[in-house]
């Protein structure tokens, strides 16, 4: 029988990403055969080990894969301590158990993906990867030339970070304000924001249009689709495959994955608020 990593198994099996299930085991929250465990690294066998989590048993289900337009005003989890619209209050309808690959802020609406297939989120969140994400931004004021050409560039946050290039383009002009669109292939904590402050323009709203190429188009706030399979298909080529290919060769040399030298942990979407799951 074949053993395996328990935060890859609780990934597998649609718990959460990688990085969540890492989080479920450390607190405490996964027992294998009765008991709890809270190490990393540990190996199971899913068809012999006895593995519950928060005092359910694992069952697998087959992968799904969901875009959701997530509305303004919800947190990205499953659950959230201060009592705010949570995820659960929008896909408990599902059949299946999903997780969200990414987060968005509280405020900021728009695509997120959701699944139960941690290799699937894995990928998809590997800075590395490069996957692009498109906004839609309404920034406070008009904004001038070389405020684009800045965004366009690179702009210094307020920790010291300079932003990668991006796509940049107005959409259009209110009296007060500029809507534009932005793409990025990185993911920093409110980047969007914060790269908003720097050119002296507050990000008044927020709205991701795609990710991975899925849009909302034709769902409204709180409703969800499935993906099409020319979706997951270009999916599964442009990013999912390469990245397990890499993980199979890092794993044949050295006995684990290991990531190019620009490659993070999965980290938080552009305008994350919460943690993962």
């Not at 959460?16 to 008991?35: L, P």
């Not at 920093?188 to 927020?206: S, T, W």
Request: charged share 30%.
């Amino acid at each position: 029988m074949t053993q395996q990593r328990l935060q890859k198994v609780l990934a597998q099996a649609g718990i959460a990403s990688r990085r969540g299930a890492e989080k479920y085991i450390t607190d405490g929250r996964v027992r294998v055969n009765g008991k709890i465990v809270t190490e990393l690294g540990v190996k199971v066998d899913d068809h012999l080990d006895k593995v519950e989590v928060d005092g359910r048993r694992l069952v697998r289900d087959s992968p799904v894969y969901y875009v959701l337009n997530k509305p303004r005003e919800v947190v990205s989890t499953l659950h959230d301590p201060e009592g705010r619209s949570s995820l659960a209050d929008i896909i408990e309808k599902l059949p299946e158990r999903v997780f969200p690959v990414g987060r968005l802020d509280y405020h900021t609406s728009g695509a997120l993906l959701l699944t139960n297939d941690g290799e699937f989120s894995e990928a998809l969140l590997r800075p590395s990867v490069g996957v692009p994400k498109v906004y839609a931004a309404k920034l406070q004021g008009h904004v001038d030339v070389p405020q684009l050409d800045a965004l366009r560039n690179g702009v210094k946050l307020d920790d010291g970070y300079v932003t990668k290039k991006a796509e940049v383009f107005v959409l259009r002009t209110e009296d007060r304000c500029t809507w534009v669109q932005i793409t990025l292939k990185e993911g920093k904590n409110r980047q969007i924001h914060r790269m908003g402050e720097a050119i002296g323009h507050r990000v008044q709203r927020l709205t991701r249009l795609a990710f991975a190429g899925v849009d909302t188009e034709g769902l409204r706030p709180g409703q969800q689709r499935a993906l099409s399979k020319k979706e997951l298909d270009t999916i599964a080529k442009t990013y999912v495959t390469p990245f397990k290919k890499r993980k199979r060769e890092g794993a044949a040399g050295t006995g684990q994955y290991v990531p190019r030298d620009d490659d993070e942990s999965p980290d938080d979407d552009h305008d994350s608020d919460g943690d993962d799951y």
